[in-house]
Nanobody
Framework: QVALEESGGGSVQAGGSLRLSCAASAYIYTMAWFRQIPGQGREAVAAIYPRSGTTHYADSVKGRFTISRGNTRNTMYLQMNNLKPEDTAMYYC????????????????WGQGTQVTVSS
């Protein structure tokens, strides 16, 4: 129903920063970022509820990543600071969860992913 497109991925040295962007084709009532590495499941990174401003973060990224929405509800960002090699993954934009913020199966829309690679 909602088309999503991520951008901003790339390669960076450990300790560096990247800012991921997600553009949506329509209104989003829940925004989230997930990441996945080969052989692993898709893991929730962060989520935001635009109306309330409530945010959620995986314990592994608290204090380093910040999720936010743009000037309109059809954009969101993930500011990633102090990146670590273990942050290397394909990052996916997700929108409009019908349930848990951290459950991939609860999201209606997904982007194609943007690769983030962090080296030592």
């Amino acid at each position: 129903q909602v088309a999503l497109e991520e951008s901003g991925g790339g390669s960076v040295q450990a300790g560096g920063s990247l800012r991921l962007s997600c553009a949506a084709s329509a209104y989003i009532y829940t925004m989230a970022w997930f990441r996945q590495i080969p052989g692993q499941g898709r893991e929730a990174v962060a989520a935001i509820y635009p109306r309330s401003g409530t945010t959620h973060y995986a314990d592994s990224v608290k204090g380093r990543f910040t999720i936010s929405r743009g000037n309109t509800r059809n954009t969101m960002y993930l500011q990633m600071n102090n990146l670590k090699p273990e942050d290397t993954a394909m990052y996916y934009c997700a929108a409009n969860s019908d349930g848990s913020w951290s459950s991939p199966d609860d999201y209606r829309s997904w982007g194609q992913g943007t690769q983030v690679t962090v080296s030592s």
